[in-house]
């Protein structure tokens, strides 16, 4: 079977790199152990050698489809969606009294990051069913929760969250669904909602909708917005009836044609009937939690798909000969044999660029994922939360950004034979570009990250990423190969500091817009360097490996993750100044007065 991640990256990063094993001491995990956790993990990677990796090509090339008002999915999910609920995959994070296994999140987003890598059409059915299900646990009523959430973390019903709506967009403040209060506290939902992913399917007996909407009445923008639990099928009396929630159609798609993608209408043929969630006009708040939580989660998918491409171009580069080495006077002798295309310096180049995109995005989920936890644990409660909050737009975007690089470039690795069909390169293209999409656009996260993040307490997040940085920074210095790294990482955090003297002053004197104009690139420049950051990480860990003499993994293995650093550190990381260069430079293009459309004629 072809490759489609690294048990050994994965293991490394957990238990070396970001010592996961520390969580076992707090008593919300104390059940947990590695050899648990490892276990665990050989499960899913063989559930998913087995049951996913095998049906990724044909799920692309036979689509999810629209028929009769229903949603056909491929005849493969009877079988994961029933393996799914039987390995307890949706409710494993939750809490031991919500019926779930209380596993670390970080643990459980490397289990996600296995079968996404091995097919990413599938986890996001298993991905939103949890994240509603949490948001119920977190909001709902106690009835609310006791009808709903045991059989969605079972997988006997699924979930969505139904934001988009035709003419509104991204622009939440601008939706137009509306909720009438009926007499028995209930409320008739009616409207339509577009792009919902997992919205309709076979193979569950219920989808549970979690749809913002407007009570009449309420204010406008997004002071105005509720959240309501609207089932496809309501229970009444022991059994389903239908609830006049109809699916208008499945979105073809450029990409993760297997994953659907549905439009939802609500009340259109009779009344909706949907329940309130948290308070009213509280919606968007209590949706942020999914929304969130759903960042992390598309962040994940997107360097599982690059970590994909790069193991297949990586098998096709060790075994596709063209081409001799050059002698050495710079000519080739046709009498010698093909070498294969790996042996060439530029395929290196790209199959590093890949590498490097990859585990780097994997650590930094790790590093999220453990701020989580200990927020979950109650440990250093406040701080830990801060990191979280600041790296969330990260997470979500490098991997997407840098992560439709990394496959864009694999398929390069193949040349022509990568625009071809035959080849899987091509389709994980086209299923990576709905990453930076997907939960917030690029310049969403990007505006998020600059506009709230970096700002919020007065930058006392930045601070506390800061000080872990220059810790690592010390601890690097031990190694005299690490040392010019270390400095350089050390150079780009003073970087940043000056960048955001330069923009600060302009958020003091209220104008944002020229605030934000740059805020995609600043987003660039600050992830490149917390991807550089983890890189430091990764290689001081390697080094003391390679010291202590460490056979847990081979020579081999250790000295690949230093020179993955080193080339890092030599094509990305010296992106940034030129980067901080453009943010900084004085001449406004973006912030334009009054009529705008005259310069794009």
Known sequence: MAKYMSMETLRFLLHDVHNVNQLFSTERYADYDKETIDIFLDSIKDFSDKELFPYIKEMDEKPAYWEDGKIIVHPQF??????????????????YDDGGMQMPATVHNAANFIMEAANNHVPGYFGLTAGAAHLLLSYATDEIKATYVPKMLDMKWGGTMCLTEPQAGSSLSDITSTAALQEDGSYHIKGQKIFISSGDYEYVGNIVHLVLARIEGAPAGTKGISLFCVPKRKPEGGDLVNNNVYTAGEFEKLGQRGYCTTHIVFGEDGPSQGWLVGEPNKGLKCMFQMMNEARIGTGRMGMAIASAAYYASLQYAKERPQGRKLTSDGSKNADSPQVNIIEHADVRRMLFLQKAIVEGSISLMTEVSLFYDYTLADVDKERNHLLLELL?????????????????TGLQVLGGYGFCMDFILQQYLRDIRIISIYEGTTGIQSQDLLGRKITMQNGKALQLLAELVQADIKTAMAYEELQGSAKTLGANLGLIQEVLAKLLPHAMKGNYERYLADATIFMDLFGTVVIGWQWLKIAHKAKAALAAGDTTQTKEFYESKVSTMRFFYKYEMKRTKGLAKIIMNDEEVLTIPTETSMLFD
Request: charge should be negative; charged fraction near 25%.
């Open 78 to 95: 009877e079988t994961i969606v029933k393996q799914a609920g039987e390995m307890g995959l949706v409710g494993a994070p939750f809490d």
């Open 392 to 408: 969330t737009p990260i997470v979500k975007t490098y991997p997407a950004e840098k992560g439709k690089q990394a496959v864009d």
